[in-house]
């Protein structure tokens, strides 16, 4: 069982940057693949990146390919994403979740869930 809390969200201009961050509970962090997920209102729910449980292997949505990096720290079990050039189609609630086995697109192929942050990007 793992229990996520996200937090880094706000506001933030066209072009800008901010990083999120989802600290977990538990001893078992590093078994988990993590992705990261965004639900803007009247829209479904959005892949946005996962990463394997080592950090060694990572991929993105298309939509946030090449700026957005997703890493970990096992250490202090916590998965980030840096998002850059922010643009207002990015402005959601960002979820962090935890999955069992790497390579997953699918909220639903995703076990634990945080609460979400709220990121808006204003032009």
């Known amino acids: 069982q793992v229990q996520l809390r996200e937090s880094g969200g706000g506001l933030v201009q066209d072009g800008g940057s901010l990083r999120l961050s989802c600290a977990a509970s538990g001893r078992t962090f590093s078994s988990y693949a993590m992705g990261w997920f965004r639900q803007a209102p009247g829209k479904e729910r959005e892949f946005v990146a996962a990463?394997?449980?080592?950090?060694?292997?990572?991929y993105y949505g298309d939509s946030v390919k090449g700026r957005f990096t997703v890493s970990r720290d096992n250490a202090k079990n916590t998965v980030y994403l840096q998002m850059n050039s922010l643009k207002p189609a990015d402005t959601a609630v960002y979820y962090c979740?935890?999955?069992?086995?790497?390579?997953?697109?699918?909220?639903?192929?995703?076990?634990?869930w945080g609460q979400g942050t709220q990121v808006t990007v204003s032009s």
């Open positions: 990463i394997s449980g080592s950090g060694g292997a990572s």
């Open positions: 979740a935890a999955a069992v086995r790497f390579g997953y697109y699918h909220h639903y192929d995703y076990n634990h």
